[in-house]
């Protein structure tokens, strides 16, 4: 482990798993159980600083990064063996615009996990 990783885990504030760790294998998995990849860390990203702190972690030691969201890429590209993996899910609020009758979600929350909207609102 470099000097820089203490660091990086204090900063993130959704964490940071390596392999090895308790939760590794339960956030590495993806919806197409055929994909059985490795990545040397996974940033579990509770805001875009945690992203860009993820993004400058890979750059700094030139490891391959993998965007993580709902997971249900069937490529399985959201992981990647040996790369940072940036998991999205913390990052899984909806917000809701009476005014303009819509909603917004973030980039971790996927449609299981979101109660159905009212039928005023719009909903992608
Ligand atoms: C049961 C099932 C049903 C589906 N039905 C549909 C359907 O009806 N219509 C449809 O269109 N699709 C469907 N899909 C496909 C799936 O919804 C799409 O692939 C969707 O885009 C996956 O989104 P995700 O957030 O889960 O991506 P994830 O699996 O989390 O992947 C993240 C995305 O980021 C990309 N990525 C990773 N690293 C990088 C990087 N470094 N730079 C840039 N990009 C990167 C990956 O390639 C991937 O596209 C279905 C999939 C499943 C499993």
Redesign the pocket.
Known sequence: MSSAEPSLDRLVGGGVVRPGDQHYDEYRR???GMIDRRPALIVRCASPSDVARGIAHARERGL???????????????V?DGAVCLDLRPMNAITVDPGRGARSSR?GR?GASSTPPPRSTAWP
């Open positions: 993806v919806f197409n391959p990064l993998s965007v993580r969201a709902g997971g249900h890429g069937v490529t399985g590209d959201a990647l980039p996927t």
